[in-house]
């Protein structure tokens, strides 16, 4: 199968959608199918050959962050070129409602199309005021794929008609057989993601610390992401910010090793998840989750029986969890054992599975009502069928 997917966001910028479109590509042409992502992308940005770059992004306030993003008359051509050398049995976009790439590939695509929707904002304005701009677009979709109950929900909400609901995906056994690191392990915290970005939590986490280092004298803190790394520890108590380890931008091994190590791994995020792929590749790696109880953290956490919840944005809270897992061994263990079964179904063996069952649906009926066409066409010319 011929598929075309479009990432909305930029490839040089990594982010939870970027992830999944790379691994879904990657799981697609393992299978044999013939994979093109189009995405926006920096000149000088390396590429993987299925990659094709529609050009510099621009950055834009967008669900509480800021996305970089492609949009206007050459980015339109860049598409339109791209759909007709790709010449796709189906057209796989990501998050059509955003303004950039997906929304041009709607409009421009002919044939199939399956969209996934990833935002989870049940307050958009903004997409209220832009559905009747969106929805010849959208009425142009052939499957519709959310990626959790709560990005469901905002697009029943906020466009109509509904979606079959398949997570994100993850290559599990990438992250349970990395190794350890050593100098990473020992009475350990993990946080992954950008620090200068409050919806991420950060600040939460080190309102914490000082109860939670006051508890665990051996305890510390490693981060993992871009950002100011000064201005993220500048409300610390300057004893304690020698227990704070930035590791700054790391590799995806470096990721999956940092994740096998830590006893606890944190998820402080106060809003706009729709689904929490961290946690399932901190599931997958065998790391205990404590996580703010966002409704999309606590279905990835299956209710808080695959990790631990804590009450949104209460430092206090989250630090009384922390210090309760640090110093109880068997409760340790047995998240990680529940966490290392509950994260199968999150595993790219069955997610890409449903999501290729949803491009042979698509495609199976794009099939039949051409030959449906072509029926009717032989009729009106009073022509017999071979």
């Known amino acids: 199968m011929r598929i075309g997917i479009v990432c909305p966001y930029s490839w040089d910028v990594p982010g939870g959608v970027q992830f999944h479109i790379r691994d879904l590509a990657d799981h697609l042409i393992r299978r044999g199918h013939q994979v093109s992502v189009l995405a926006p992308a920096d000149d000088e940005t390396p590429l993987p050959p299925y990659v094709v770059s529609a050009g510099r992004a621009v950055p834009v306030p967008y669900n509480g962050s800021v996305a970089r993003l492609n949009f206007g008359f050459l980015s339109a051509a860049r598409v339109r070129r791209w759909l007709h050398d790709g010449a796709f049995d189906v057209i796989h976009i990501h998050e059509p409602t955003s303004p950039s790439l997906g929304l041009l590939a709607c409009w421009a695509a002919q044939g199939p199309i399956v969209a996934t929707f990833h935002t989870s904002n049940p307050r958009s304005r903004a997409m209220i005021a832009a559905y009747p701009i969106l929805q010849p677009a959208l009425e142009k979709i052939s499957a519709r794929i959310a990626v959790s109950e709560y990005a469901r929900r905002t697009l029943v ?230």
């Open 157 to 386: 909400e906020h466009l109509g008609g509904d979606a079959v609901v398949i997570p994100n995906g993850v290559d599990v056994d990438f992250f349970a057989d990395a190794e350890p690191k050593e100098e990473w392990q020992g009475e350990t915290i993990g946080f992954i993601g950008r620090i200068d970005e409050p919806r991420k939590g950060l600040p939460v986490l080190m309102r914490a610390l000082p109860k939670i280092f006051e508890a665990r004298p051996g305890a510390r803190l490693l981060i993992a992401g871009r950002g100011d790394e000064k201005e993220a520890v500048a409300d610390l108590p300057a004893p304690l910010r020698e227990r704070v380890e930035f590791l700054g931008m790391v590799s995806d091994e470096d990721k999956a090793r940092l994740l096998r190590s830590v006893d606890v791994y944190i998820a402080p995020n106060t809003g706009g998840e729709s689904f929490g792929i961290i946690l399932v590749e901190a599931m997958s790696a065998g790391a205990a989750v404590l996580a703010s109880d966002l409704d999309a953290f606590a279905q990835v956490l299956d209710g808080g029986a695959a990790g631990e919840l804590f009450a949104n944005e209460d430092a206090d809270a989250l630090a009384a969890a922390a210090v309760r897992l640090l110093g109880n061994e068997e409760r340790l263990a047995e998240l990680r054992e529940r966490g290392s079964r509950h994260v199968r179904r999150f595993d790219w063996s069955t997610v890409g599975a449903d999501i290729l069952a949803v491009y042979e649906t698509v495609t199976d009926g794009a099939a039949s009502v051409a030959a449906d066409d072509r029926t009717r066409l032989w009729a009106r010319l009073g022509l017999a069928r071979d």
